[in-house]
């Protein structure tokens, strides 16, 4: 029984201690959003980015209630990734991975932009930038292939372990702190209050440019190490007192605290001449020259020029620590992936020093091509930043149904009112999915949505779950269509986030990708037998749940439409109710699987074990 599930943890090392995984959240979240952010953040809401910062603390806060009480029941690495197997099988579990993955493959390369943004910035001689409307990227191939030397050195530095990641990240998270404090404070000595009201007032825009800004403004990007300390589970010490301290103090407080006083220190010491914008034009600080090294301009504008080489050395080194622990991330969930029986056993090989180096290897081969398609911050930190949430979503559903499922299982941390905290999170977790914009979703639906044919051409062939022939058929017949319809509908990595001239009509665009992915899950289910039934009715509902996103996305005020259908925030009154519904749907869905009987079996006889040979050293 252990054999089925659980073996494979036993190779890895508990190394990691409170203050590692405290360090762990913070460097995960003090990278380059704290360098990029503020002005992303300022550029859409203005001086109102100070509530936006407030409100993505309070909507985590909510979300991580969940997660807390999982990850000290259930510590495991690559733990989100695992969970939605226990409960709703393989289908989700394979649909909520591959979203994750996305994410994780992503990440690296988005510190690794931040990067060479700041010192190309400084030093345009290196040519590692380049201008595309409007907006710098990286160049081909000086920028791109820098980009890929960094990564190589991400993969170096994490095929060590974790103990030494831990422990160098320590000392890296106390230089990410002070620095910050640092340059806070040095913007204060420029504070103009005029511009908090400059432009059209403390919000310019409104109230939707306060929730756009969620996403679209690095702010759930920032947030982003909440639960990610449950991905290093299976290598903490004490998980199930050290997890929860984490979320809270080094997921929530320590990021509230920094981002709150660099965004106030920021928008007082906006020097609208300097930057060469008109006096209260946020927007324009998009494209002004700032916008490649926007503290850096300000604190030098501020006339602490001295500053300049300290800030710089940090851009370098905050985003490189967070990538280096992003990479780490992004191998322990392809590792669990393998654990669950999605991918090949052999990403399940460990090295030496406790490190899943084939799956280590694979993540950072993979993550190169994510230069290609967004080479700039600015562009990708949305799409990012909802495939990061995509998997929020599943800790509501999945504490909900272990409580009915599981209920012996030991809580050390339990969460009161549960089904109400469980839905809370679920619904902050798509309305923070919601307000990336259709852009934004169209683009990484478009890829998540490639799960599909994978899990049928593969994951479910590989378990016996479906015939080879029609699922292999099923699924190239996704791809050809999926690719056609994604290409017709002509969104898809626009550099001006407007859709391609002479492309489809929007009800023609949705109806196409709604015919193409249910004729492809009903020959699934049909072609497969019981089990693979049941497991594809464990998670249809996460599809039907990103389609009508979407659709309510291209109606919102947040879609291209200059006079939306759903306007007035009847928009996130129809996402509220749509979460409200497909949780509940959720929670139907899920029950007792065979990882979760696996996964008892092996608690119930390390119970035996401990009262009888005394505490158990697992």
Known sequence: MREAYEASDAQLKKQIG????????????????????????????????????????????????????????LPRSGAGVRYPRLTHGAFLSWFNGWGYLIAALALPVIEVQAILTYVGGNWPELGLLTESDGTMILSWPRGIVAGFGLLIVFFILNSFGAKVLSESNKYITIWKLVIPLVAATLMFFAF?????????????????????????????????????ILDFGGEAINPQRNIPIAIVVGGLLIPLVIYILLQIGFVGAVNWDAANVASGDWHAL??????????????????FAWFSVVLLSDAALSPMATGWVWLGIGARSTYSMSVNGELPKALQRINRFGTPIVALAICTALGMFFFFPAPSWYSFVGQVSIALTLSYLMGGPVLVVLRRTAPELPRPFRLKAATFWALAGYVASLLLIYFAGWVSLINLFTVVFFAL?????????????????????????????????????????TRNQEQAPGSWSFPIYFS??????????????????????????????IVVTFLTTLLIAYYGQFGPLGEPALGNQTD?????????????????????????????????????QCTSHGPSTR
């Open 18 to 73: 409170l203050f590692g995984l405290i360090a762990l959240a913070v460097s995960v979240q003090i990278g380059s959003g704290w360098l990029l952010a503020t002005l992303a953040a300022a550029s859409i809401a203005g001086p109102a980015s100070i509530i936006t910062w407030v409100l993505g603390a309070v909507f985590f806060g909510v979300i991580g209630a969940a997660w807390m009480e999982l990850g000290t029941m």
């Open 192 to 228: 103009s209050s005029a511009n908090f009201t400059i432009g059209g007032g403390f919000a310019p825009q409104g109230a939707g440019a306060i929730l756009g800004a969620l996403a679209s403004g690095g702010i759930v990007f920032a947030y982003s190490g909440l639960r990610q």
């Open 453 to 493: 044919p994978l899990y049928g051409g593969y994951a479910s062939v590989r378990s016996g779950w479906s015939r080879p022939l029609p699922s292999w058929l099923l699924s190239a017949g996704f791809t050809v269509a999926w690719i056609w319809v994604a290409a017709a509908g002509g969104w898809l990595f």
């Open 286 to 303: 998009l494209g002004s020259h700032w916008a490649s090294a926007p503290l850096l301009n300000a604190v030098t504008a501020a006339g």
């Open 572 to 608: 996130i009154l129809t996402m509220a109710a749509l979460a409200v519904g497909t949780f509940f749907w959720s929670v139907w869905a899920g029950g007792p699987t065979e990882e979760l009987a696996s996964l008892l079996a092996a608690e119930k006889l390390e119970n035996i």
């Open 512 to 541: 196409a990708m709604v015919i193409v992915a249910g004729l492809f899950l009903g020959g699934l289910y049909l072609s497969s037998n019981t089990k693979g039934r049941g497991h594809i009715r464990g998670g249809l509902w």
